[in-house]
């Protein structure tokens, strides 16, 4: 009985992962079909170094409130342990966004190759919105919302993924797909 639990719960966690995956895959086949090999290396670069970004930002405290969720036994202790790993990974943004804004230029020129202001304050509203979709989609996997989190994961992908072949629409150049 226990064992079936388990497999119910690994299939509907494993769920989110395969569905992120088939939409790599779909975005990957259209976007190297809609933009250049250079703009794609931009695109790539940018999601990159948000990445990085993203994991200094998290300061490991993503995996500490992975550790520590159970010790708690209380909902509100949860939610305090939560809005701590939260807040701090905000401050650590906040000081990234500022560091990534003071020196726009040669991170925006790292990246795409000229500087752009538009694509450093992109860099920094980026690394917000993948740190706060960090820790909800944990607080949903950790209680254990399969539905919540699936639709969590699915949809920061397909964001995340698919988003930038919607700007082709608009125009087919690095900073329109990076904003």
Request: glycine residues 6%; positive net charge; proline residues 1%.
């Amino acid at each position: 009985n226990s064992a079936i639990v388990f497999l119910k719960k690994f299939v509907g966690f494993s769920l989110a992962t395969g569905i992120s995956a088939v939409i790599t895959f779909v975005a990957t086949f259209i976007n190297t079909r809609i933009f250049a090999p250079a703009t794609l290396g931009q695109i790539n670069l940018f999601i990159t170094v948000q990445n990085f970004l993203l994991y200094i930002a998290c300061l490991g405290l993503d995996q500490a409130y992975c550790r520590y969720y159970y010790e708690y036994k209380k909902a509100d202790e949860k939610k305090t342990l939560f809005q701590i790993c939260l807040r701090v990974s905000l401050v650590v943004v906040a000081v990234l966004g500022a560091v990534v804004l003071f020196a726009w230029k040669p991170v925006s020129g790292y990246i795409g190759g000229e500087s752009s202001f538009v694509v450093a304050v992109a860099l920094v509203i980026a690394t917000l919105a993948h740190t706060i979709g960090r820790y909800f989609s944990l607080a949903q996997r950790m209680s254990q919302k399969i539905v919540a989190y699936t639709v969590l994961v699915v949809s920061m992908s397909i964001s995340h993924k698919l988003s930038y072949s919607a700007t082709a629409i608009i125009g087919k150049d690095y900073v329109t797909s990076v904003l």
